[in-house]
């Protein structure tokens, strides 16, 4: 049986190495295939429309940490998402740089220069903020590791509520007063029926006013013209966004402007493509001996 790869060609030339010298069967794009019914396993990030074109399909890999782009599955075919270090570390620092630079007020002094203005503000410092973690999954711990030892107050809300060692964890019944001791909100939370539009108005006046935002969850998590309106109003100070709705944000979008927002193109974390084969190879083997699918995606859970 054979795993399908759809993507980039320099994926497919790093894929197709690594398959060949682990001994696997790999055909890099849908136009290779001559055989439909040898294709057990489909790695991309948006599959065809139709993938009953593939009978003996057993799993779809999404190429990503993120598998709300996905369609539903069908009977029997198994979602799995890659599991990658390397991602979880780059949007680990990516949401620290942003934390940082929110909490030392960066957007003014980015608007300040963009006017050649040279003027200073009192400084905060990390052991007088309050960060907030949305989402306690192995990103969000890794932040809220490196957030505690940089000196921040941090707690952290969970749909499970299961301890951290070193995090106040707020279970789900508790959004109020997490977000009541938090002045400084991240979002790292999968896209869930659950989570889509939960960064509203209700969830910013829940916040202490001139609180800051960083958001690295998924784009339709956030309602951008609450956020806005939560920025005019001050209960929102500044934002921090690498995940939007929708994407890529059009050019002629507020929040491009808008000094108290930062954009970033959806750079936190990219699957390197050594990191993603292995993950596939290793997928693959545990189908066919029958072990647990690492990165399985749970149906109820989204995630």
């Excluded at 295939?33 to 599959?47: F, G, Q, R, Y």
């Excluded at 829940?206 to 935002?213: Q, S």
């Excluded at 339709?220 to 100070?237: I, S, V």
């Amino acid at each position: 049986m054979t795993l399908l790869l759809i993507g980039p060609s320099e994926r497919g030339r790093v894929w197709r190495q690594i398959f060949d010298e682990a001994g696997e069967p790999m055909v890099f794009g849908e136009d290779a295939v001559d055989d439909p019914k040898a294709v057990s396993h489909l790695a991309c990030w948006n599959p065809s429309d139709d993938l009953g074109r593939y009978p003996n399909l057993k799993t779809v890999i999404s190429v990503g940490a993120g598998v709300d782009q996905m369609p539903p599955m069908p009977q029997g075919v198994a979602l799995v998402r890659t599991l990658a270090p390397s991602v979880d570390e780059m949007v680990r620092d990516w949401v620290l740089m942003a934390t940082l630079m929110l909490y030392r007020d960066m957007p003014r002094y980015l608007a300040q220069a963009s006017e050649g203005e040279w003027r200073a503000h009192p400084p905060q410092r990390a052991s007088a903020g309050r960060v907030g973690i949305m989402g306690l999954g192995r990103i969000g711990r890794a932040v809220a590791e490196v957030a505690g030892a940089l000196g921040f107050d941090v707690a952290g809300w969970s749909r499970s509520g299961a301890p951290v060692a070193g995090v106040d964890v707020y279970g789900p019944d508790d959004l109020e007063p997490f977000l009541a001791r938090t002045d400084l909100l991240i979002c790292l939370l999968p896209l869930t029926d659950e989570t889509r539009g939960l960064l509203s108005s209700r969830v910013f006046a829940m916040l202490p006013r001139g609180a800051a935002l960083v958001h690295a969850g998924r784009g339709a998590q956030l309602d951008m013209e609450a956020m806005r309106a939560a920025l005019d109003d001050g209960h929102l100070k500044s934002a921090m966004l690498d995940v939007t709705e929708p994407e890529p944000l059009p050019k002629d979008h507020w929040a491009w402007q808008d000094p108290r927002v930062i954009v970033t193109p959806h750079i936190g974390g990219q699957t390197d493509s050594e990191e993603g084969a292995r993950h596939a190879l290793a997928v693959i083997r545990a189908s066919r001996t029958g072990d647990d699918l690492p990165g399985l995606v749970h149906g109820k859970k989204g995630y």
